[in-house]
């Protein structure tokens, strides 16, 4: 399974900001959509991303404030990313190599979505539920074998 098929059934909503975006206001949107990550773009291009990870660490070297931050002075200015074409299991030990929950997938240059640790775990589940299913099915068809006349 690639990377596609999870952005194929996960859909092609994406959340992004701009890099001069208030903390604040990065949080508001995240906590309205229930959201774990934001994409940081800046003309059209990826420049960072900010997930729950940052801003908490913001939050504990501000004394728990949030401030007039903007999202370019607290956002993962680096971050991995993965492509379409990228097989799920690679991607998996990306996600756990890295540490991250959250991976931009790039087609290019240009940003195809985001994928989590939840999407991830979830296409998996679901791929291995069918396969157990289908073999459940063959199991249950197996033919008969027929008595020998010794």
Same mark, same amino acid.
């Given at each position: 399974m690639?990377?596609?098929?999870?952005?194929?059934?996960?859909?092609?909503?994406?959340?992004?900001?701009? /890099?001069?975006? /208030?903390?604040?206001?990065?949080?508001?949107?995240?906590?309205?959509?229930?959201?774990?990550?934001?994409?940081v773009?800046?003309?059209?291009?990826?420049?960072?991303?900010?997930?729950?990870?940052?801003?908490? @660490? *913001?939050? *504990?070297?501000?004394d728990?404030?949030?401030?007039?931050? @903007?999202?370019?002075?607290? =956002?993962?200015? @680096? &971050?991995?990313?993965?492509? /379409?074409?990228?097989?799920?299991?690679?991607?998996?030990? =990306?996600?756990? $190599?890295? *540490?991250?929950?959250? =991976? /931009?997938?790039?087609?290019?240059?240009t940003? %195809?979505?985001?994928?989590? +640790?939840?999407?991830? %775990?979830? %296409?998996?589940?679901? $791929?291995?539920? +069918?396969?157990?299913? =289908?073999? @459940?099915?063959?199991?249950r068809?197996? &033919?008969?074998?027929?008595?020998?006349?010794?």
């Amino acid at each position: 399974m690639k990377v596609r098929e999870i952005l194929r059934v996960k859909g092609n909503t994406l959340y992004t900001v701009n /890099p001069d975006t /208030p903390v604040a206001q990065a949080v508001s949107t995240m906590a309205e959509l229930d959201i774990g990550s934001l994409v940081v773009m800046n003309h059209g291009r990826l420049t960072g991303m900010l997930t729950f990870r940052e801003v908490l @660490k *913001h939050l *504990h070297d501000n004394d728990g404030a949030v401030g007039a931050a @903007k999202i370019s002075a607290v =956002m993962n200015s @680096k &971050p991995v990313t993965a492509t /379409p074409e990228t097989e799920i299991n690679d991607l998996r030990r =990306m996600m756990l $190599e890295e *540490h991250v929950r959250y =991976m /931009p997938i790039l087609d290019g240059d240009t940003l %195809a979505g985001v994928v989590s +640790f939840y999407d991830v %775990a979830k %296409a998996v589940l679901e $791929e291995q539920a +069918f396969e157990n299913k =289908m073999l @459940k099915a063959y199991i249950r068809d197996w &033919p008969a074998e027929e008595a020998s006349d010794s």
